[in-house]
């Protein structure tokens, strides 16, 4: 199975701020990574495929990037509905497996 | 508009089977790579399996032994058997569309493993 890690597991920030998240995988997974975003009580909703492809309907503010192995989701300016965990997973082969998860909260 | 809405007994005794639907609507199962993914109380998600209809069908080797996932066109669902369940299998279960991203999900529901 690819094992797949994030950093930091959690992090506080303000509105207005940017916040990466960091996601690894255990062996290369092309472009083949896509960003979830959670709030409690919710399914996950899709926010980046393919690495760095946004999502249909989700603000710009959020992007990705990277390949191969180390991926990067960015929050370019943090508001109070991104307040939520992110979850990285990889779709490269079955089975799919997700990061741990990063929770982002208010400061 | 593709819809997916889970359902299925909320509370399932220890070594029973748990048995779960996944309703499709605004589209057909045959079209689509579906999966079902389950996430404990305040932990993370873990894809059990996923299928095609016109394909193989796939598991996560951690639960390969007890899960069976099928579907019937006829209602336009697809189902997931878990045998064998402990308290472990206590968890939010979702089932969800797409392979390579998993773009819409059902709003998931509660499986709870007790006597």
């Known amino acids: 199975d690819i094992q797949m890690t994030q950093s930091p597991s959690s992090l506080s920030a303000s509105v207005g701020d940017r916040v990466t998240i960091t996601c690894r995988a255990s062996q290369s997974i092309s472009s083949y990574l896509n960003w979830y975003q959670q709030k409690p009580g919710k399914a996950p909703k899709l926010l980046i495929y393919?690495?760095?492809s946004l999502q249909s309907g989700v603000p710009s503010r959020f992007s990705g990037s990277g390949s191969g192995t180390d991926f990067t989701l960015t929050i370019g300016s943090l508001q109070p509905e991104d307040f939520a965990t992110y979850y990285c997973q990889q779709s490269y082969s079955t089975p799919f497996t997700f990061g741990p998860g990063t929770k982002v909260d208010i400061k | 508009q593709v819809q997916l809405q889970e359902s299925g007994p909320g509370l399932v005794k220890p070594s029973d089977t748990l048995s779960l639907t996944c309703t499709v609507s605004?589209?057909?199962?045959?079209?689509?790579?579906l999966s079902w993914i389950r996430q404990p109380p305040g932990k993370g998600l873990e894809w059990i399996g996923g299928?095609?209809?016109?394909?193989?069908?796939k598991y996560n080797p951690s639960l390969k032994s007890r899960v069976t996932i099928s579907v019937d066109t006829s209602k336009n669902q697809f189902s997931l058997k878990l045998s064998s369940v402990t308290a472990a299998d206590t968890a939010v279960y979702y089932c969800?569309?797409?392979?390579?991203?998993?773009?819409?999900w059902g709003k998931g529901t509660t499986v709870t493993v007790s006597s």
């Open positions: 969800a569309r797409g392979e390579v991203r998993m773009d819409v």
């Open positions: 393919a690495a760095s």
């Open positions: 605004g589209g057909s199962i045959s079209s689509y790579y």
């Open positions: 299928f095609y209809y016109s394909g193989s069908t």
